[in-house]
């Protein structure tokens, strides 16, 4: 069943097995908030049992492109396109976010992101490859965000 998420009231429905809910109901808020803001788009969410060709989509992109396997339970995916890009989502249990951003018409500007809720540690399958930047979020504290550009065809 698909949850459109709240910015306002945020809410940890959905990802109550994860020990970092209420961070990365923060996370998911703030992605929200972002796409209202600017393409008037609502953010909507599907557990993951529900979604299997939106996280296979992701999984097969990390895999392929830098042989990435989280160990991580996936909890909720979004998949959706707005103008001449599509976005793919993936909400991590361990408080892990991955972002699939591909530009139909663009192939250089087309990578995936990945965002870590306030306090969680960096998952092994991520370091010593990536640096990840600090930004403040209203919702979601201080989220710790990196990413790589897709090289191939999906």
Known sequence: MSYI????????????SSPAAEALAGLRANEARYFMNKYKHE????????????????NRILKEE??????????????FQVENIKFTYVFYEDGLSINVM?????????????????????????????????????????????FFVIKGEY
């Open 102 to 146: 591909y530009t139909v018409d663009d192939p250089k500007k087309r990578a995936v992101g990945f965002k870590l809720s306030e306090g969680m540690e960096v998952p092994k399958e991520l370091e010593e490859k990536f640096k990840f930047a600090r930004q403040k979020s209203k919702l979601a504290g201080t989220i710790r965000g990196s």
């Open 5 to 16: 998420v709240d910015f306002k009231n945020v809410s940890t429905v959905g990802l109550e």
């Open 66 to 79: 830098r042989n990435i396997e989280f160990a991580s339970k996936p909890l909720e995916t979004s998949q």
């Open 43 to 58: 953010f909507t969410v599907v557990p993951a049992s529900e979604s299997e060709d939106s996280l296979a989509y992701a």
